[in-house]
């Protein structure tokens, strides 16, 4: 095959290990190399100066033998590279991610891959980086960085940057899973904000624990935060004064803030988006952010990553950062070793953990991981059953 002769850099880990693992990236931290070396595993990292790897060059990695792979959400998973690790004589293949809509899960299943993926470490995580972006937007601390950096502070003045105070104010929610919620307790035990949420779900953690908070501000004298699920999105758009959006992505989702939605918020709103950029039609937010000065926009994720829609890099109330709502070390590291277990799980043949929310067992670096893969998304259609 010619691909298979395109020269690629790589780095090798322990050479001779009986197992070839191939990583397509260089991932944080040096424990996940470890964990696979000591179980005979011959580890060779991709070095390759390209942010994002083309099915050919991962072709080429893949070569004549490789047991698994641990790819990136970046990279096109389907029949082509599935049906080459299998005649490479792969059984895992693992995204160093949450989310994978990047792989074709059928044609890996067709071919005997496991699909893993990396949930159970990006909740407190994903959420404080919402919460950031919440911060910076209310707080116009982007544009004021701007400011001071071209040399245009030159002295006090009442209306500067005047920006959005958010104690006693109403967050909305819109999708209160794990990071949701997280995200939520984050917004109301930081600035005594109110709650609103809509989900397909009641929260009833959440809402205990907002009553709870609630009754303790209560009893010291301060003015209790309240909470309300919502019957419908609407209602949290038209009544939130800051909107965080957590749904997942499926048809139901895509585009579900567009210009009618828009139009319902406040005109001095301020939407999140560290969820999937798809869920906001990009060039309705544009025209909207042009329209409605004091309208602000955190995003983590864009409709065309890594492309924005144009004009959208031109709005200054709009805060706009890489897809990096997962970027704390101790995630990243996280992912890394949580990837590397469920590739090496497929090799071994180990059965699948019970939880793959609740994975703190295989990240305590003290004690040797669990003989299990953390988190397999078609286990079933594997008939890998076997739990831990």
């Known amino acids: 095959m010619a691909a298979a002769m395109k020269p690629i850099s790589i780095e090798v880990w322990n050479p001779n290990g009986k197992y070839r693992i191939v990583s397509t990236k260089s991932m944080p931290g040096t424990r996940w190399i470890n964990l696979l070396t000591e ?13 994002i790897l083309s099915v050919d060059d991962i072709l080429a990695l893949i070569g004549d033998r490789c047991d698994g792979v641990i790819g990136q959400l970046t990279e096109d998973w389907g029949e082509v590279l599935f049906s080459a690790l299998k005649r490479a004589g792969g059984v895992g293949y693992s995204n160093m991610a949450v989310g994978y809509n990047n792989v074709d899960v059928e044609a890996a299943s067709k071919h005997g891959i496991a699909v893993g993926n990396t949930p159970g470490v990006l909740t407190e995580t994903t959420a404080e980086l919402a919460a950031s972006l919440s911060l910076a937007a209310a707080r116009r601390i982007v544009e004021a960085d701007q400011f001071m ?20 104010q109403t967050v909305g929610v819109i999708g209160a899973g794990r990071i949701g919620s997280a995200y939520a307790r984050m917004m109301i ?5 109110n709650l609103i949420y809509y989900d397909l779900y009641q929260a009833t953690r959440l809402e205990k624990f907002v009553t709870a908070y609630g009754d303790f501000l209560k009893a010291n ?66 025209e909207h952010l ?57 090799i071994k043949g180990y059965p699948i953990w019970s939880d793959p929310n609740q994975v703190d067992s295989f990240l305590d670096e003290n004690t040797p991981p669990p003989a299990a893969s953390p988190s397999i998304v078609n286990a079933k259609q594997l008939g890998r059953t076997s739990k831990l």
């Open 39 to 51: 179980q005979d595993c011959r580890v060779e990292i991709c070095t390759e100066r390209k942010t």
């Open 290 to 346: 042009k329209a409605n000065p004091m309208f602000r926009v955190g995003l983590d994720v864009f409709e065309d990553e890594p492309l924005m829609k144009p004009g959208l890099a031109e709005q200054k109330n709009a805060v706009v950062v890489p897809h990096i709502a997962s970027a704390s070390k101790w995630t990243r590291e996280g992912m890394a070793t949580l990837a590397a277990l469920n590739v090496l799980g497929a």
């Open 149 to 168: 950096r071209a040399g245009l502070y030159d002295g006090w003045l009442p209306h500067l940057f005047v920006g959005n105070l958010l104690k006693g």
């Open 189 to 193: 035990e930081g600035f005594k904000m």
């Open 221 to 286: 004298g301060e003015e209790p935060v309240t909470w309300k699920r919502a019957s419908s999105m609407q209602e949290v758009l038209s009544e939130a004064d800051v909107i965080s959006l957590h749904p997942v992505l499926d048809k139901t989702t895509y585009h579900l803030i567009n210009k009618n939605s828009l139009a319902l918020m406040k005109k001095d709103a301020i939407l999140i988006n560290a969820s999937r950029g798809p869920v906001i039609d990009e060039a309705a937010l544009v």
